[in-house]
């Protein structure tokens, strides 16, 4: 004996529309956008992804050392970019710190002739 089974798709009217309305949005999210640039602390940024995490890092009961260069010179960045790559080190960093493990962060300055 032979059984067979038929599966159809019918799409409520509009739903396609939403469908390609949303896959619209998420390539514009996907694009990169201009820098915006701005001038700040890199302390500052820092700090702020560092509180970002913190409930993780006491949750597994990490110590975050953090080492900044005094007076540093401002910089000037796209902050939601550093933001973002900075969340992915930091990110990285507690998923492969052990508990009871540190995390330490340090600032320095580098300089270059002729810029």
Known sequence: M???KTISFRSPPGRWTGFHHLVNELLEFARP???KL??????HILDGMLLLIS???KKKF?????EYTPDLP???VDRE???QGLSELLLNALQATPEN??????TRFFFQAGR
Do not use: F, L, N
Not at 38 to 43: K, L, N, P, V
């Open 2 to 4: 032979r059984v067979s």
């Open 33 to 35: 956008s201009e820098p």
């Open 38 to 43: 701005e001038t700040g602390r890199s302390q």
């Open 55 to 57: 409930t993780e890092t």
């Open 62 to 66: 990490i110590q975050v050392v953090k």
């Open 74 to 76: 401002p910089v000037t």
């Open 81 to 83: 970019q550093i933001k």
């Open 101 to 106: 493990g540190t995390i330490t962060v340090k």
